[in-house]
Protein backbone atom coordinates (compact mmCIF):
# COMPACT_ATOMS: atom_id res chain seq x y z
CA UNK A 1 0.00 0.00 0.00
CA UNK A 2 1.03 3.77 -1.21
CA UNK A 3 1.23 6.14 1.46
CA UNK A 4 -1.36 8.03 -0.78
CA UNK A 5 -3.79 4.81 -0.88
CA UNK A 6 -3.53 4.87 2.92
CA UNK A 7 -4.62 8.59 3.36
CA UNK A 8 -7.27 8.28 1.08
CA UNK A 9 -8.61 5.18 2.75
CA UNK A 10 -8.12 6.31 6.32
CA UNK A 11 -9.20 10.05 5.68
CA UNK A 12 -12.56 8.95 3.32
CA UNK A 13 -13.76 5.95 5.17
CA UNK A 14 -15.77 6.41 8.00
CA UNK A 15 -13.99 5.04 11.42
CA UNK A 16 -15.93 1.97 12.89
CA UNK A 17 -17.85 2.05 15.49
CA UNK A 18 -16.36 0.73 18.09
CA UNK A 19 -17.91 0.42 21.73
CA UNK A 20 -15.43 -0.95 24.99
CA UNK A 21 -15.74 -0.88 28.57
CA UNK A 22 -14.43 2.09 30.83
CA UNK A 23 -14.77 2.75 34.28
CA UNK A 24 -14.34 5.56 36.92
CA UNK A 25 -10.65 6.80 37.31
CA UNK A 26 -8.85 5.54 34.34
CA UNK A 27 -5.64 7.50 33.83
CA UNK A 28 -4.97 8.95 30.78
CA UNK A 29 -2.48 7.60 28.38
CA UNK A 30 -1.58 7.64 24.78
CA UNK A 31 0.28 6.45 22.15
CA UNK A 32 2.00 6.69 18.37
CA UNK A 33 1.05 4.33 16.21
CA UNK A 34 3.81 5.60 13.71
CA UNK A 35 3.77 5.00 10.26
CA UNK A 36 6.99 5.02 8.20
CA UNK A 37 7.34 4.85 4.46
CA UNK A 38 9.92 2.53 3.12
CA UNK A 39 11.28 1.54 -0.54
CA UNK A 40 8.98 -1.51 -0.36
CA UNK A 41 5.90 0.10 1.49
CA UNK A 42 4.59 1.33 4.30
CA UNK A 43 5.90 -0.02 7.93
CA UNK A 44 4.79 0.42 11.43
CA UNK A 45 7.14 0.67 13.75
CA UNK A 46 7.00 -1.43 17.09
CA UNK A 47 8.60 -1.70 20.34
CA UNK A 48 8.91 -4.63 22.52
CA UNK A 49 8.64 -3.42 26.17
CA UNK A 50 11.57 -4.01 28.53
CA UNK A 51 10.38 -6.82 30.79
CA UNK A 52 11.99 -4.48 33.96
CA UNK A 53 8.51 -1.74 33.47
CA UNK A 54 5.90 -2.49 35.61
CA UNK A 55 3.06 -2.83 33.25
CA UNK A 56 3.20 -5.21 30.23
CA UNK A 57 6.59 -6.11 30.39
CA UNK A 58 7.86 -7.98 27.58
CA UNK A 59 4.92 -7.41 25.15
CA UNK A 60 5.15 -5.57 21.50
CA UNK A 61 3.42 -2.36 21.54
CA UNK A 62 3.71 1.21 20.41
CA UNK A 63 5.72 3.97 22.06
CA UNK A 64 3.33 5.77 24.32
CA UNK A 65 3.06 6.32 27.93
CA UNK A 66 1.11 8.00 30.53
CA UNK A 67 -0.14 11.73 30.32
CA UNK A 68 2.03 14.04 32.30
CA UNK A 69 0.64 17.53 33.65
CA UNK A 70 3.04 19.13 31.66
CA UNK A 71 1.57 17.85 28.32
CA UNK A 72 -1.17 20.37 26.46
CA UNK A 73 -2.71 17.19 24.82
CA UNK A 74 -2.87 13.64 24.64
CA UNK A 75 -1.20 14.10 20.95
CA UNK A 76 2.00 15.87 22.65
CA UNK A 77 1.74 13.25 25.45
CA UNK A 78 2.27 9.83 22.48
CA UNK A 79 4.89 12.44 20.11
CA UNK A 80 7.16 13.30 24.10
CA UNK A 81 7.10 9.26 24.82
CA UNK A 82 8.29 8.52 21.07
CA UNK A 83 11.22 10.69 21.45
CA UNK A 84 11.90 9.18 25.04
CA UNK A 85 11.28 5.53 23.91
CA UNK A 86 12.56 5.40 20.46
CA UNK A 87 14.25 8.64 19.66
CA UNK A 88 12.04 9.28 17.21
CA UNK A 89 12.23 13.51 16.51
CA UNK A 90 8.93 15.66 16.78
CA UNK A 91 9.40 17.65 13.82
CA UNK A 92 9.78 13.82 11.65
CA UNK A 93 5.93 13.32 12.88
CA UNK A 94 3.07 14.16 11.13
CA UNK A 95 -0.58 13.45 12.29
CA UNK A 96 -3.09 11.72 10.26
CA UNK A 97 -5.87 11.24 12.92
CA UNK A 98 -6.82 8.89 15.73
CA UNK A 99 -8.40 5.75 16.79
CA UNK A 100 -10.78 5.42 19.65
CA UNK A 101 -9.70 5.35 22.97
CA UNK A 102 -8.67 1.87 24.49
CA UNK A 103 -8.84 0.65 28.38
CA UNK A 104 -6.35 -1.83 29.27
CA UNK A 105 -6.26 -3.94 32.32
CA UNK A 106 -3.70 -1.46 34.32
CA UNK A 107 -6.43 0.89 34.67
CA UNK A 108 -5.46 3.26 31.79
CA UNK A 109 -7.34 4.57 29.28
CA UNK A 110 -5.24 4.73 25.97
CA UNK A 111 -5.82 7.11 23.06
CA UNK A 112 -3.67 5.71 19.91
CA UNK A 113 -2.98 8.84 17.35
CA UNK A 114 -1.66 7.79 14.07
CA UNK A 115 0.84 9.77 12.37
CA UNK A 116 3.36 9.88 9.16
CA UNK A 117 7.04 9.18 10.28
CA UNK A 118 9.40 11.34 7.78
CA UNK A 119 12.37 8.96 7.13
CA UNK A 120 15.70 10.09 7.12
CA UNK A 121 16.76 9.81 10.72
CA UNK A 122 18.17 6.30 13.36
CA UNK A 123 16.29 4.89 15.99
CA UNK A 124 17.46 4.52 19.30
CA UNK A 125 15.88 2.03 22.25
CA UNK A 126 15.81 3.87 25.76
CA UNK A 127 17.06 0.82 27.46
CA UNK A 128 14.75 1.31 30.87
CA UNK A 129 11.87 0.90 28.76
CA UNK A 130 12.70 -0.81 25.57
CA UNK A 131 13.88 -3.78 24.77
CA UNK A 132 14.07 -3.72 20.99
CA UNK A 133 12.58 -1.66 17.88
CA UNK A 134 11.55 -3.01 14.92
CA UNK A 135 9.23 -2.70 11.51
CA UNK A 136 6.29 -4.65 10.16
CA UNK A 137 5.20 -3.80 6.72
CA UNK A 138 1.59 -2.58 7.24
CA UNK A 139 0.51 -4.97 4.46
CA UNK A 140 1.27 -8.05 6.63
CA UNK A 141 -0.76 -6.84 9.96
CA UNK A 142 -3.73 -5.05 8.64
CA UNK A 143 -4.81 -8.07 6.41
CA UNK A 144 -7.78 -9.52 9.20
CA UNK A 145 -7.69 -12.78 7.30
CA UNK A 146 -4.58 -13.38 9.01
CA UNK A 147 -5.87 -12.32 12.70
CA UNK A 148 -6.78 -14.80 15.25
CA UNK A 149 -9.36 -14.25 18.24
CA UNK A 150 -9.97 -15.37 21.47
CA UNK A 151 -13.02 -14.66 23.03
CA UNK A 152 -13.09 -14.27 26.91
CA UNK A 153 -16.67 -13.94 28.26
CA UNK A 154 -16.95 -12.03 31.63
CA UNK A 155 -13.59 -9.90 30.58
CA UNK A 156 -13.02 -6.91 30.27
CA UNK A 157 -12.97 -7.71 26.43
CA UNK A 158 -15.04 -10.46 24.79
CA UNK A 159 -12.43 -11.14 22.34
CA UNK A 160 -8.71 -10.40 21.91
CA UNK A 161 -6.71 -10.39 18.71
CA UNK A 162 -3.94 -12.05 18.16
CA UNK A 163 -1.59 -11.13 14.82
CA UNK A 164 1.55 -13.12 14.02
CA UNK A 165 4.13 -12.12 11.93
CA UNK A 166 7.74 -14.15 11.48
CA UNK A 167 8.48 -15.29 15.07
CA UNK A 168 6.67 -12.82 16.76
CA UNK A 169 3.01 -12.46 17.88
CA UNK A 170 1.00 -9.17 18.35
CA UNK A 171 -1.27 -9.29 20.67
CA UNK A 172 -3.11 -7.74 23.71
CA UNK A 173 -4.41 -3.44 23.21
CA UNK A 174 -1.44 -2.88 20.35
CA UNK A 175 -3.40 -6.04 18.49
CA UNK A 176 -6.59 -4.74 19.13
CA UNK A 177 -5.41 -1.28 17.97
CA UNK A 178 -3.96 -2.60 14.75
CA UNK A 179 -7.36 -4.81 13.88
CA UNK A 180 -9.76 -1.09 14.57
CA UNK A 181 -6.98 0.51 12.06
CA UNK A 182 -7.50 -2.67 9.69
CA UNK A 183 -11.29 -2.20 9.62
CA UNK A 184 -10.94 1.08 9.06
CA UNK A 185 -8.86 0.84 6.10
CA UNK A 186 -10.57 -2.35 4.77
CA UNK A 187 -14.33 -2.06 5.99
CA UNK A 188 -15.81 -4.81 3.82
CA UNK A 189 -13.51 -7.33 5.21
CA UNK A 190 -14.43 -6.56 9.01
CA UNK A 191 -16.69 -9.66 9.62
CA UNK A 192 -12.90 -12.06 9.02
CA UNK A 193 -10.47 -13.47 11.57
CA UNK A 194 -9.93 -17.12 12.34
CA UNK A 195 -11.39 -18.40 15.78
CA UNK A 196 -8.73 -19.80 18.81
CA UNK A 197 -10.85 -22.61 20.43
Known sequence: MTK???LRRFQLQCRPQVKRPQWANMRQAAVLVPILEQA?????I??????????????????????D???HSLFQTAVREAQEEIGLPPQAIELVGCLSDYPVISNFIVRPFVALVQPG???????AEVSEIFTVPINEVLQQQQ?????????LYDRVYFIPYQERTIWGATAGMLRELADHIYPDQQRLHKEIL
Open 69 to 71: ETD
Open 46 to 67: LTRRSQNLRHHAGQISFPGGRY
Open 147 to 155: HFVYRLPRF
Open 4 to 6: DEF
Open 121 to 127: FKLRANP
Open 40 to 44: DGLHI
